[in-house]
């Protein structure tokens, strides 16, 4: 009965745990899969952006250099993924 998150915010580039392993776990669960992830990293490369979409992410954000960007970008991201986008219900 715990509340699902919804959508996740996951760090490619996150310590001990793989991203990968996360992600591949996350949306091979019936009870997760529907759950929107959201990538973001660091990293351009054309491998991690493919890789992640490979695994069923919903979108790759590569983080800005400067904090003030980066507050634009995690407010992008409310916006569209809590005002545009209709989700499944628990």
């Keep these: ?14 310590p001990k745990r ?9 949306k091979k669960a019936d009870y997760l899969k529907s759950i929107p ?3 973001i990293s660091t990293s351009t490369d054309l491998k991690d ?3 992640t979409y490979d695994l069923c992410a919903n979108c790759y954000i590569t ?9 634009q970008v ?8 809590f005002n545009t986008v209709k989700l499944p219900q628990n």
């Excluded at 009965?1 to 996150?14: C, G, W, Y």
Aim: glycine share 2%; charged share 25%; hydrophobic share 45%.
């Design 1 to 14: 009965d715990v509340p699902r998150p919804v959508p996740l915010l996951l760090d490619f580039k996150q």
């Design 37 to 39: 992830v959201i990538i």
């Design 63 to 71: 983080k800005p250099n400067s904090f003030e960007k980066f507050i």
């Design 49 to 51: 952006i493919h890789s």
């Design 74 to 81: 995690t407010q992008s991201i409310e916006n569209f993924w």
């Design 18 to 26: 793989r991203a990968r392993e996360a992600l591949g776990e996350i």
